[in-house]
């Protein structure tokens, strides 16, 4: 990946030429507006629809041209926002690290099989190498019971959480904490090398959390490519063909790492036999599962926003006329199961990429996210809605660990 993809804004590249803002697949603005936009933003002035509607997938980064790295500047924006005022209130609940939070309110409610699992994945005994789940998986580890993982040491927990939403946020401080936590938990371990499987961590941990001051010495290799590698070898069977058509959500971050990694759960699905047929935004200029509508300083994880971003992608799959709708990532995953559950118009069923090499290997999926979907909606309504009139503002807490 071309790294400079995460450099600042450079004003001196950009020739406010609007092609960011027109062909951004979530505001898609007329050129004039978007040319307009571009101005506001640079010369420090309130927008009409950036500032308000940018889910932060970095999208624009790559449309731009000259390689002026927009998308910085929004998100530099609502850093200096969320400074100056703090965000609203009731976006406390979307925060990793706070005591309820839509994650710890489903972990709370979850099977006592998985449970048990939870915390045998908790353990800091000292380990050579580790499988780290990321949050997504914490919260749906049911999604690791198959041979699939035989050999693999997961290790995790949503106090291990690489921080991938707060930098999404302009949340800066927050990241800086966030590597405290990551020495502290990995120096327990002593770690020679982690496997991930979590695309937006793998990125995190590769390019992101270095500028925060992390080092890292432990080697760091993204699971997807060794999954490939074991269907086509043959260590895992492929003993049933999966006849499905099928569209595939890209993960915000597939495009950080090109055309050549975007192409391996192609690979992956495309050998157990499920026909891939591409979204209208795929691959570059993808839309983002539905979180990233909640990212803006000036929606705070607003529970609209987030269910129109939702039903912006679910229909943006919905309109390839597949039989099912793939994901490689387990937030999306959990995205598109809550979203299902508000938008019934979506009839297709969800499955990740996990789900169907198990069909194919002759596995039984457990197939419990719909119920997980519901789960996550009924926290939002009981934590999150009744906080939605006030008024109040909100700042995270220290977050940081110090090992002593």
């Known amino acids: 990946m071309d790294r400079t993809v995460f450099d600042p804004f450079d004003l001196e590249k950009c020739t406010f030429c609007g092609e ?86 489903v972990l709370e409610r979850l099977p006592e099989d998985e449970k048990e699992m939870l915390r045998e994945w908790e353990s800091l005994e000292p380990v050579d190498e580790i499988f780290y789940p990321g949050c997504n998986i914490v919260t749906s580890p049911y999604l690791t019971k198959s041979k699939i993982f035989d050999g693999l040491n997961i290790r995790g927990s949503l106090g291990m959480c690489c921080g991938e939403t707060y930098f999404r946020m302009g949340h800066y401080e927050e990241v800086k904490q966030v590597v405290s936590r990551l020495n502290y938990y990995f120096g327990k371990m002593k770690i020679k090398k982690m496997i991930i499987p979590c695309t937006a961590g793998y990125n995190m941990f590769t390019n992101i959390l270095p500028r925060f001051g992390a080092k890292f010495d432990f080697e760091i290799e993204h699971f997807y490519p060794t999954l490939l590698k074991k269907l086509e070898s043959g260590e895992l069977k492929v003993i049933k063909n999966i006849n499905y058509t099928a569209t595939l959500q890209e993960s915000c971050y597939g495009k950080m790492f090109g055309e050549e990694f975007m192409s391996i759960p192609r690979k992956i699905l495309e050998f157990i036999g499920v026909k891939i047929v591409e979204e209208k935004y795929n691959k570059y200029d993808m839309l983002c599962c539905g979180i990233g509508g909640g990212f803006s300083q000036y929606s705070n994880y607003n529970p609209i926003d987030i269910t129109l971003s939702t039903i912006k992608s679910l229909n943006n799959a919905k309109k390839a006329e597949t039989d099912i709708l793939s994901v490689y990532c387990a937030g999306c995953l959990q995205m598109f199961s809550t979203g299902k559950v508000a938008y019934p118009l979506f009839n297709k069923p969800v499955y990740h990429i996990f789900e169907l090499v198990q069909m194919a290997i002759g596995e039984k999926p457990l197939r419990r996210q719909d119920e997980r979907g519901k789960t996550f909606l009924m926290g939002t309504i009981k934590n999150q809605i009744p906080k939605m009139l006030s008024k109040k503002r909100y700042k995270l807490g220290d977050i940081s660990i110090k090992d002593e």
């Open 20 to 105: 960011c803002f027109n062909k951004c697949p979530v505001m898609e603005l007329p050129l004039s507006v978007a040319i307009d936009e571009m101005k506001k933003l640079v010369n420090g002035e309130m927008t009409k629809h950036v500032l308000q509607k940018c889910t932060s997938c970095f999208t624009c980064n790559f449309i731009c041209p000259e390689g002026a790295n927009p998308t910085q500047l929004i998100v530099e924006k609502w850093h200096d926002d969320y400074q100056e005022n703090g965000m609203k209130e009731f976006g406390s609940y979307f925060m990793t690290h706070e005591k309820v939070n839509f994650r710890s309110y």
